[in-house]
């Protein structure tokens, strides 16, 4: 059945139930016995779906197999249907048949995302065009590339295909122009060409080739300033309108910045054979080479120590790009040699003004791009590229320097093929495609590179980032591509042309439209709906980040793998092996602005060393197992609407401490009830050798497992929401009986352990160095020394609404803050933290929404060197009593429940605190602590002030 939330979703939506359905998205590729989910609205009453197998005939439309079946999944919004396992591989039509009328889908057509060539985005005649997208390679045919305009037709067979990648030399007579290309498998029929894109091709740029040779100083000392001499060359090529300067063999001296005009080409006579060494100076320039646009640099090594910048182009006019950065060596190490402590650190400081990681090893932007062949060592970025469009990296060596890192800003179509991408710093860490200071990045293909050694910061090697949104909230009406907001948007001052209008909830979910104008309260999209939004529809504007392709990329010893961090559209990760890092994942979340992550798939990805070690998304894994996750992350906002929607992980093997995960929050056992994560397929994957096969968290809905296998696994799934119901019951088991839930007096110990005197079971385990006392207010006690606390066996079992819970202690200091008892390990929420502060009872817990409610700390005073009791009494819906040495010593009242949390419980530590507290780092009590008892019930004043009286008087 489904839950209570799908039940709230089919009221709304029952609005539109009478209408004819419409399908948003499906999921493809797939292949015999592979599930498709297929998204959109209108569904409802659907029980058959009928799917037939195109012919592979490209000239008819005819189906060669037909069969009806019943979904494995569905509801209004939501159909998903298996692949018959009889079928081959090959192009399949589903139609999905419901009482208000019928929806057709074709899956494993062709799709083309975008398109690039040697001209950057338009390609030339004779010159090679690249098509990314998905479907590419259904069964074992060649694909067939069909071009149309301007007079002529072209069928051209690929040189290079690949499932994502499709590259083709086109014929040398094809004339300048604008053309429409279509894209077929060579496994279907006619109509499965795939959707038209535009392609225009152009004239071919060719840098001028008039030779100006700057005099050989191969026999001479390299003390030699040649600064002068080689600028003079430039400039005399610019001047003429474009060149190449030519460094013949030799070591060039350089004292100043060089400065390359248009059209012009520096190149040497070898990365080995020339080289360009920049003297060190006390106040450097800000780079090595500055161009503007239409430059190329080819064939040389360049040597510096002190300076900023490497190689800088202009980054923001209309007429940015046009580079070449060809067979370039470069080594800028601003800590080479005898250099002092303290002018490490002052070099150290001076980076960190250009960005957190420093200066830039390549500072380009724009649209013609090409880096290839390039071995970059810098002291801070390896590489920034701003609004790259058309741009090929590829076959290059980056190394990141201090705090080191690469960073792709607001990129519109980037080839990173076959790159080395190392921490060549103990304090390196990764990279990221981003929207830092534009509203969108997209058309990014990620292919064959090696990412390695990130230590520093979050240690990232691939992640999506940019906080900010302008909107999350209702709509109030749409007219046409005209949408009304509710409620006023915070445009700031950032340009929102390009980015996503999203709507997360109500009428239309699923769909989204980048924005094409805005004013006010009112929003152009880009094109019309399928579902028009109304005054029920939850909308978010936000970065968008999408079309991401990551295939086949290798990730050693970083924090993360690949992480999809906030916005994600229609991102695949195809074939990447990781070893030694947190994994993979996509989450949605609130990054200053709802971020929704749709349509994402993992498809035959691997992780070969799964042991996590500070690792994780922003190093939230002291140690651990990786994961592929496909999570949310609670976003703390009303009104609720799924952020994660619509991904698939299939045919994935984890091996070696790695499990998989679905809908997992930051930390499991949250009171997060809400699906935040709706629907997932997770099929044919294996996970070897882990603790745990699979995590389902409970704030997921429409989740389909299928065909996992799970070989050593501890257990093989761990379901949230059935785990809660089982200790909910078990809870309910031990509460039945009379008397306290648990009772630790601590009079004896064996093996660490101090029983629990009640039979229940929750005896205390002592982690360090516990060392049992003769003194306490009824016999024994524990001493903790700040080092060591006890965990409470089969704790995660205690959830209650309404409790009493009591703890004897003494200490010789009672300053700071101080956790006794707490159902907590990290920053989390909890249904209680009793202990003291500054001297005095103080009690916290979140509620069920996560807000710290319960906080309150009491006026009564406890000495130093004293035995003392302190009891909290929770009663649901009315609040906390605090008891001190049997009297009452403070109450809130809160009308909420306490937070319902898996947690264990711990004696003597807390998440935060210590004398002075601090933050981030947990608090383990100094002192004595005498008995702890915990009743499922809540005890009267009178019963609490018999408690004290009676063990004091023992």
Request: glycine letters at 12%; one cysteine or more; hydrophobic letters at 35%.
């Amino acid at each position: 059945m489904r839950s209570f939330w799908m039940i709230v979703s089919l009221l709304c939506m029952g609005l539109y139930a009478g209408a004819k359905p419409v399908v948003f998205w499906a999921s493809d590729p797939v292949g015999p016995g592979d599930t498709v989910i297929v998204f959109g609205t209108g569904f409802i009453g659907c029980e058959k779906v009928q799917v037939s197998l195109d012919s592979n005939n490209l000239a008819s439309n005819t189906s060669t197999r037909f069969t009806s079946l019943k979904p494995v999944q569905e509801d209004e919004r939501c159909v998903k249907f298996q692949i018959p396992r009889s079928f081959p591989a090959g192009v399949y039509e589903a139609t999905l048949c419901t009482p208000n009328g019928d929806a057709s889908v074709i899956v494993n057509r062709p799709q083309i995302l975008w398109t690039q060539g040697d001209q950057g985005t338009y390609a030339s005649p004779g010159g090679e065009l690249r098509i990314m997208g998905k479907c590419f390679m259904t069964g074992n045919e060649k694909p067939l590339i069909r071009i149309i305009g301007n007079g002529g037709s072209y069928t051209i067979h690929p040189s290079v295909f690949e499932p994502f990648s499709i590259s083709a030399n086109l014929p040398s007579s094809i004339r300048p122009g604008k053309y429409v290309l279509k894209v077929h498998s060579g496994v279907g029929n006619l109509k499965d060409w795939s959707a038209p894109a535009g392609i225009a091709i152009v004239k071919p740029y060719v840098f001028p080739s008039k030779k100006y040779v700057v005099p050989s100083v191969a026999g001479f000392v390299s003390a030699l300033d040649t600064t002068m001499e080689i600028q003079r060359n430039l400039d005399k090529a610019g001047n003429a309108g474009g060149g190449v300067v030519y460094l013949p063999r030799g070591r060039y001296a350089i004292t100043g910045r060089l400065v390359i005009p248009r059209n012009v080409t520096l190149q040497g006579a070898g990365e080995v054979l020339t080289a360009l060494c920049w003297a060190d100076t006390e106040n450097p320039p800000e780079e090595l080479i500055r161009g503007y646009d239409h430059f190329q640099i080819k064939d040389l090594t360049l040597y510096s120590m002190s300076w900023k910048h490497g190689i800088v182009s202009d980054l923001r006019k209309p007429t940015c790009g046009h580079i070449n950065i060809i067979n370039v060596r470069l080594r800028m190490d601003p800590y080479r040699g005898h250099i002092t402590q303290e002018e490490v650190a002052k070099r150290f400081k001076e980076a960190m003004t250009y960005s957190t990681g420093g200066a830039d090893s390549l500072r380009l932007g724009g649209e013609d791009i090409e880096i290839s062949g390039c071995d970059i060592y810098g002291g801070g970025r390896s590489l920034y590229l701003q609004q790259a469009s058309g741009a090929w990296v590829h076959d290059n060596t980056f190394y990141n320097g201090r705090w080191g890192w690469y960073c792709l800003t607001g990129s519109d179509g980037l080839l990173m093929e076959r790159n080395n991408i190392i921490g060549a710093s103990l304090m390196s860490t990764g990279g990221s495609p981003n929207c830092y200071d534009t509203s969108y990045s997209q058309d990014i293909y990620f292919s064959k590179n090696l990412f390695k050694n990130m230590f520093g910061w979050d240690r990232e090697a691939i992640t999506t980032d940019a906080g900010g949104g302008a909107y999350y909230g209702y709509v109030d009406s749409s007219n046409g591509r005209v949408v009304h907001l509710k409620n006023d948007p915070n445009w700031n001052d950032r340009n929102w042309v390009g980015t996503g209008l999203f709507i997360l909830g109500g009428k239309g979910e699923g769909q989204y439209r980048r924005i094409s104008s805005y004013d006010g309260s009112n929003v152009t999209v880009d094109s019309p709906w399928l579902v028009p939004p109304d005054n029920t529809s939850i909308i978010t504007i936000t970065m968008l980040h999408r079309n991401y392709l990551f295939v086949e990329n290798r990730f050693e010893d970083a924090g993360i793998a690949i992480q999809m961090y906030g916005t994600s559209i229609g991102n695949i990760a195809y074939r990447n092996i990781s070893a030694r890092t947190g994994g993979f994942h996509n989450f949605g979340m609130n990054y200053d602005g709802i971020q929704p992550s749709w349509y994402n798939q993992w498809l035959d990805n691997k992780i070969i060393e799964g042991n996590t070690y500070a690792g994780g998304h922003d190093q939230s894994v002291t140690m651990g197992e990786a994961h592929l996750g496909i999570m949310a992350l609670p976003p703390g906002v009303t009104p609720d609407a799924p952020l994660t929607l619509c991904c698939v992980m299939r045919g994935n093997v984890l091996y070696n401490n790695a499990h998989l995960t679905i809908g997992g929050t930051d930390t499991s056992g949250q009171s997060v009830t809400f699906p935040y994560t709706q629907e997932v397929v997770a099929e044919k994957n294996t996970v070897k050798n882990a603790e745990e096969g699979l995590f389902l968290s409970k704030s997921t809905l429409g989740v389909y497992l299928h065909d996992n296998h799970f070989i050593d696994c501890s257990q093989n799934i761990t379901s949230e929401g059935a785990e809660a119901y089982l200790l909910r019951k078990a809870y309910e088991r031990f509460a039945a009986k009379p008397g306290p839930l648990l009772h630790i007096t601590f009079d004896n110990m064996t093996d660490n352990v101090f029983p629990d005197e009640t039979g229940n079971g929750f005896n205390a385990v002592c982690m360090g160095d516990c060392k049992l006392s003769d003194q306490g207010p009824a016999g024994h006690s524990v001493k903790l020394d700040g080092e060591s606390y006890l965990i409470v066996s089969r704790s995660p079992i205690l959830m209650p609404k309404s409790f009493t819970i009591s703890v004897w202690f003494k200490s010789s200091d009672l300053q700071g803050r101080w956790g006794l008892l707490s159902k907590r390990y990290g920053s989390m929420e909890t249904p209680f933290v009793l202990g003291v502060t500054d001297g005095h009872p103080t009690f916290e817990a979140t509620d069920g929404d996560g807000n710290w409610a319960f906080n309150f700390q009491c006026d009564t005073t406890l000495k130093p060197n004293v035995w003392h009791q302190i009891v909290a009494v929770v009663k649901d819906g009315e609040g906390v009593v605090l008891y001190a040495d049997g009297a009452e010593a403070g109450r809130k009242d809160v009308k909420e429940s306490v937070s319902n949390t898996t947690e264990s419980l711990y004696i003597g530590r807390e998440a935060w605190g210590g004398n002075p507290p601090k933050g981030d780092t947990p608090a383990l009590y100094i002192g004595w602590v005498g008995d702890v008892e915990m009743w499922h019930d809540v005890l009267d004043p009178n019963d609490i002030s018999r408690l004290w009286h009676e063990t004091k008087i023992k």
